[in-house]
């Protein structure tokens, strides 16, 4: 069974600065794409940041020169680095990420729990 856990999250000032992380565990045999996405109240889950397995990335346009997104392959994880924090980038955040597993012949996406990044002062 593949679990993908998130930690980091947590009460941050604006202006200040968050790194996630999360890492993914079980028997994988290979993780290809590894994405972030926030998700508010009332409101579709946003995509903030991809990395695909060769490390290239895109942003969205909302987050793109104040969040990095990174992998360490070697320990299955992604890390989120969020910084110039601000009210509106207030959300739960999720990790995503299209793995194999050692007994399936194909792709499949899993989730993270989530974990909450309120930005106040």
């Known amino acids: 069974q593949v679990q993908l856990v998130e930690s980091g999250g947590g009460l941050v000032q604006p202006g200040g600065s968050r790194r996630l992380s999360c890492a993914a565990s079980g028997s994988i045999f290979r993780i290809n794409v590894m994405r972030w996405y926030r998700q508010t109240p009332g409101k579709a889950r946003e995509l903030l940041a991809v990395?695909?397995?060769?490390?290239?990335?895109d942003y969205a346009e909302a987050v793109k020169g104040r969040f990095t997104i990174s992998r360490d392959n070697a320990k299955n994880t992604v890390h989120l680095q969020m910084n110039s924090l601000k009210p509106e980038d207030t959300a739960v955040y999720y990790c995503?990420?299209?793995?194999?597993?050692?007994?399936?012949?194909?792709?499949?996406?899993?989730w993270g729990q989530g974990t909450q990044v309120p930005v106040s002062s």
């Open positions: 995503n990420a299209d793995l194999k597993t050692s007994t399936a012949s194909y792709y499949s996406s899993y």
């Open positions: 990395v695909a397995g060769g490390g290239r990335t």
